[in-house]
């Protein structure tokens, strides 16, 4: 299986420094996706161009999130620093660097949530099923 996206489409979209990094985020993002899509039905086999183009961009959009967290300090969710009276303070979206898919990120692809639902059975007074039970 290719990654739906290439480093040249992150590039497009991001600065990358490290390529070997970028490259494998984006197959272990490309997993995640289709993993999803299978789940939900959704045919990503022949993509006509809008869904290609759908593909790339929530697989660099996966990746760019990923790639914003610095390897120096992972899983910090927040960090300051100040001097001479001044102070200036980060908090991070994604910590721990996760893979994921936003809620419109799936809706893009056609990935619908599945809804459970429980069914109690209706018995008539006999012990019938009613009708359509």
């Known amino acids: 299986m290719d990654a739906f996206a290439t480093v040249a489409d992150l590039k497009r979209r ?17 997993v995640i996706m289709v993993a999803a899509m299978k789940k939900s039905g959704v045919d990503y086999s022949s993509p006509d ?11 660099c959009n996966m990746v760019k999130r990923t790639l914003a967290v610095d390897d120096d300090i992972p899983g910090v969710t927040q960090y300051s620093q100040g001097a001479n009276g001044f102070s200036e303070s980060w908090s991070y979206a994604n910590p721990s660097g996760d893979l ?22 209706i018995h008539n007074p006999d012990g019938s099923l009613v009708d359509g039970w």
């Open 100 to 121: 994921y898919m936003t809620k419109a990120e799936r809706q893009m692809l056609g990935i619908h949530g599945v809804i459970s639902t429980a069914r109690t059975e």
């Open 14 to 30: 991001t600065t990358v420094s490290d390529e070997e990094r970028a490259e494998t985020a984006l197959m272990d993002a490309s």
């Open 49 to 59: 161009e809008l869904q290609q183009a759908a593909l790339v961009a929530v697989c």
